[in-house]
C-alpha cells in the first residue's frame, strides 16, 4: 500500500493585471510533479527560489488549493476529501512553516501557541497540557520562562523552534518542514536536525524536507527531489544526486554551495565557472526550444533525470 | 588600514530591552570598529543579541521599551546624539539594513517597485520615470526575473527568496556606504545566494561600500567576509581576520561552532551541540564567564574572573580566561587541552 504520493499536481496562481485586477495569465507554481513518499524516510525538496516548494507543501496539508492531481494519504485523495477527512489529516501532516515571524500570532503567548493545536484535537486537563508544551519546548531547546511570552520578544531562531513545537505536539505521521532550520545558526540547528532525528526514530515520522542547503540535506535526507520552474528534473537517492548528479541544474545547485575552506575559493570558483559556461553552452541537452524542462527519464532503478 | 578609514565606531554600545519594568541588555559594553570597504560578518547563537546590534545602528529600536547607551561614531559624528529628522537624512541613504524579516519590513499594501523607489523619492532629485527606469534596473541586478512584471506586483504575490531581494532592492536603492545586512541569503537557495553575494562584493568592490553581515552560514563569512566578530550572550567573544579564524577558531564557543557543522564526514550522524540554551535576557548571568554554564570540567579557580577582551595575536580578539593566565604562545595549545572537555557536550 502506498503511504503517501502525489500524483500530476498542478498548482496555478492567477495573475492580475490592469486597473480592474483583472486574472490575465496565470503563473504555474507548480507544474505537473509527481513524488512518493515512503514511512519512515526524509525526502527533501530542494531548487531555487520561486520553484514551488512552498506552495508544494501548503497544497499538501491543504492551505493551497490544487488546480489539478492528486495528493494520495491512508488511500483518500485529499484534493477531493469532505471537511471531516480534511480535518483528520490535517491532525497528521503538519506543517513547519519557513517565516517564523508572519506564521505565528504576534497576539498569543507562545505557551497559546504551542498548545492551540492540541485544544483543536484533543481533550487534556489544564495540566497535561501543561505537561505536553513543557516537554515539547524543552525539547527544541527553549527555557521553561519563556513560555508566556509573546512572539515579539524573541529572536528569528528562537521563533522558528517555537514553530517547530507546534508542528510536533499532535504527534503527526507526515511533517512538512519548510526550511526549518535556515534561520538557525549552527549549534541550534544542529540541536534541532538531531532532534528532528530522535523524535523520526521515536514517533515514526516522515518527512518532507524542504531547503536550499544541501550540506543539511545531504546530511537529513535518504532521497531527494529537484524542482526548477515548478517540474522536476531530477530524483535519486544521496549518492545518486551527490555522487553522480546528472541534470546540469544539480550539478549548479552542488557547486553553489558555500565553500568553507578558503583555500579552496579559487577551485571553487572555476568549478561555478566551468559549469556556468556548460550551462550556456549544451543547453539544448536539457532543456526544450522553448526552455523548458525535458520528462523525467530512469538512470538507474532510483535515479531519474530531465534529460534528452 | 589606519584610524582614518574607519568608517564605523561602535564604543561601549550598550541596548537593554524592557521585561516587566525591568531593563536587561541584549547588548553589553559593545565594541567594534569597521573601516571602509570592508566586510564585517557577525556570527552568533540565536539570540546572542546580533540584530539588536544591527538595530541600534539604525536608530531603530522601540524608545519606551529600549534603552541605548555609548557611541556610534558614523563618518566622525555619533548618530546616538542625533535627532530623528537628523538620522532620517542618513538611514536609507548613508547606511542602509537588509532586514532578516522580509514580510514585516515591507508594506503589504504597495506595490514593490514603488517600494524601492521610496527613497530615492526622499533623498534623490530623480524624475518619476528615471526612478521607475532604476527600480527596475536593481530588480534586475538582485537577479529577479521578468523586473518589469513583478516591479507591480505586492509582496504576498512572491516567493519568500524574492521578497528576500526585494529588501535586498530597496538597501541598495540609493548606494549606501555601510550596509547593515541581516542574514540576507537565509531565505535564497544557493545558486541565487551565489550571485547575492557577488553582487555585494561587487558594489563593496565598485563603490567601497562597507557591510556588517549578520549570517549563521560560516560558509557565506568564509566566501565574503574579511574579518568576523562572534558574539555570544550580548557580548563579542572574539574577533579576527576570516581566513585565520576558519583555520584556528580560540574561543570555545567559535570552536564547538565550527565543530557542530554538517559535513559528508558526519552523513547521518549525530551532530555535534553545545549543550543547554542561551539563557534568557532576564536569566542571564552576568558575572563571571558567560559562556561557563555551557562548558564541561572548567578548573573554576581560573574561571572566577570576568574574561575582557584581549588581543591575542594582531588582529585576534579573544575573550576567555584562559589568555589570562597562560602565556599566548602556549593559547592554542592551552584551548587544545581543553577540547575534549568543551566537546563532551554531547
Ligand atoms: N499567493 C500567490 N499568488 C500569486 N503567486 C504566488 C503566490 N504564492 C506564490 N506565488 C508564486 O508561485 C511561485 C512559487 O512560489 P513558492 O513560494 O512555492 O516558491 P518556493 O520554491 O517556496 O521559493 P522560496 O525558496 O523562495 O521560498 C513563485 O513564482 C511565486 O511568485
Ligand atoms: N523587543 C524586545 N523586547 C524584549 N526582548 C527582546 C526584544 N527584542 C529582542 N529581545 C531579546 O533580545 C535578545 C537578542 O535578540 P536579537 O533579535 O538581537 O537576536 P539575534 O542574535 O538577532 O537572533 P537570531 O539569529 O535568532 O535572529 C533575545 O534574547 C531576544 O529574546
Ligand atoms: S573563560 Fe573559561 S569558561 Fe569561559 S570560555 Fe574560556 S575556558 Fe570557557
Ligand atoms: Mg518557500
Ligand atoms: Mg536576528
Request: glycine residues 6%.
Amino acid at each position: 500500500m502506498t503511504f503517501f504520493k502525489v500524483n500530476n499536481l498542478k498548482v496555478y496562481y492567477p495573475i492580475r493585471g490592469g486597473i480592474f485586477r483583472r486574472v490575465v495569465n496565470h503563473v504555474k507554481a507548480v507544474d505537473n510533479i509527481n513524488f512518493e513518499l515512503k514511512r519512515g524516510e526524509t525526502y527533501a525538496l530542494v531548487g531555487e527560489s520561486g520553484c514551488g516548494k512552498t506552495t508544494t507543501g501548503r497544497t499538501v496539508v491543504g492551505l493551497t488549493k490544487a488546480t489539478s492531481g492528486e495528493v494520495i494519504f491512508n488511500n483518500l485523495d485529499l484534493t477531493k476529501c469532505n471537511r471531516k477527512q480534511i480535518r483528520e489529516s490535517r491532525r497528521e501532516i503538519q506543517m513547519v512553516f519557513q517565516d517564523p515571524y508572519s506564521s505565528l500570532n504576534p497576539k498569543k503567548t507562545v505557551y497559546d501557541i504551542v498548545a492551540e493545536p492540541l485544544r483543536n484535537f484533543e481533550n487534556l486537563s489544564k495540566s497535561e497540557e501543561r505537561e505536553q508544551v513543557e516537554y515539547f519546548m524543552q525539547k527544541v531547546g527553549m527555557s521553561r520562562d519563556s513560555l508566556f511570552k509573546y512572539p515579539h520578544q524573541f529572536s528569528g531562531g528562537q521563533r522558528q523552534r517555537v514553530g517547530i513545537a507546534r508542528a510536533l505536539t499532535l504527534k503527526p505521521k507526515i511533517i512538512i518542514a519548510d526550511e526549518p532550520v535556515s534561520a538557525l545558526d549552527a549549534s541550534v540547528q544542529a540541536q534541532v536536525l538531531n532532534f528532528m532525528q530522535d523524535i523520526q526514530e521515536e514517533f515514526g515520522l516522515t518527512y518532507l524536507f524542504i531547503s536550499h542547503d544541501l550540506g543539511i540535506v545531504r546530511h537529513m535526507c535518504n532521497r531527494i527531489g529537484i524542482m526548477y520552474k515548478g517540474k522536476f528534473v531530477e530524483e535519486g537517492t544521496r549518492e545518486d544526486i551527490y555522487e553522480n548528479p546528472q541534470h546540469i541544474y544539480t550539478r549548479r545547485l552542488i557547486a553553489s554551495i558555500p565553500e568553507l575552506d578558503t583555500d579552496q575559493h579559487q577551485n571553487s570558483e572555476l568549478l561555478r565557472k566551468n559549469i556556468e559556461e556548460e550551462y550556456q553552452k549544451e543547453n539544448d541537452k536539457y532543456f526544450n526550444e522553448d526552455g523548458s524542462v525535458m520528462d523525467l527519464k530512469p538512470v538507474s532503478d532510483t535515479h531519474f533525470a530531465a534529460l534528452r | 588600514m589606519s584610524n582614518d578609514d574607519i568608517l564605523l565606531q561602535v564604543e561601549d554600545l550598550t541596548t537593554s530591552f524592557r521585561i516587566d519594568e525591568q531593563f536587561y541588555p541584549a547588548n553589553d559594553h559593545i565594541n567594534l570598529d569597521v573601516y571602509e570597504n570592508e566586510i564585517v560578518a557577525i556570527v552568533g547563537e540565536s539570540g546572542c543579541g546580533k540584530s539588536a546590534f544591527g538595530h541600534s545602528i539604525m536608530g531603530m529600536h522601540h524608545q519606551e521599551q529600549t534603552k541605548i547607551s555609548g557611541k556610534i561614531h558614523f563618518k566622525g559624528v555619533d548618530l546616538l546624539s542625533y535627532s530623528n529628522t537628523q538620522l532620517n537624512k542618513v538611514r536609507g541613504k548613508e547606511i542602509s539594513m537588509i532586514f532578516q524579516d522580509p514580510l514585516t519590513a515591507l508594506n503589504p499594501l504597495m506595490i514593490v517597485g514603488k517600494q524601492i523607489e521610496e527613497g530615492m523619492k526622499y533623498h534623490t532629485k530623480l524624475s518619476k520615470n528615471k526612478r521607475k527606469q532604476k527600480a527596475i534596473e536593481i530588480l534586475n541586478e538582485v537577479k529577479i526575473p521578468q523586473p518589469e512584471r513583478v516591479y507591480s506586483q505586492y509582496p504576498h504575490e512572491l516567493s519568500g527568496g524574492m521578497r528576500q531581494r526585494i529588501v535586498i532592492a530597496i538597501a541598495i536603492a540609493c548606494e549606501p556606504s555601510l550596509i547593515i545586512a541581516d542574514e540576507p541569503t537565509t531565505a535564497l537557495d544557493v545558486t541565487i545566494q551565489a550571485r547575492i553575494i557577488d553582487l555585494l562584493k561587487e558594489l563593496k568592490r565598485r563603490m567601497k561600500t562597507s557591510i556588517i553581515l549578520i549570517t549563521h552560514d560560516l560558509g557565506v563569512v568564509s566566501e565574503m567576509a574579511d574579518r568576523i566578530a562572534v558574539m555570544y550572550a550580548g557580548e563579542f567573544v572574539e574577533i579576527g581576520e576570516v581566513k585565520r579564524f576558519l583555520k584556528n577558531p580560540l574561543h570555545p564557543y567559535s570552536k564547538s561552532l565550527l565543530y557542530s557543522l554538517p559535513s559528508k564526514n558526519n552523513q547521518g550522524e549525530k551532530l555535534h551541540v553545545i549543550k543547554g540554551v542561551v539563557p534568557s535576557l532576564n536569566h542571564l548571568q552576568r558575572q563571571g564567564c558567560r559562556f561557563k554554564p555551557r562548558m564541561n570540567g572548567t578548573d573554576d579557580s581560573i574561571h572566577e574572573e570576568t574574561p575582557t577582551l584581549r588581543e591575542v595575536e594582531k588582529g585576534h580578539w579573544v575573550r576567555c580566561t584562559c589568555y589570562k593566565h597562560f602565556h599566548i604562545e602556549n593559547s592554542h595549545q592551552v584551548v587544545e587541552e581543553e577540547k575534549d572537555d568543551v566537546f563532551q557536550g554531547q
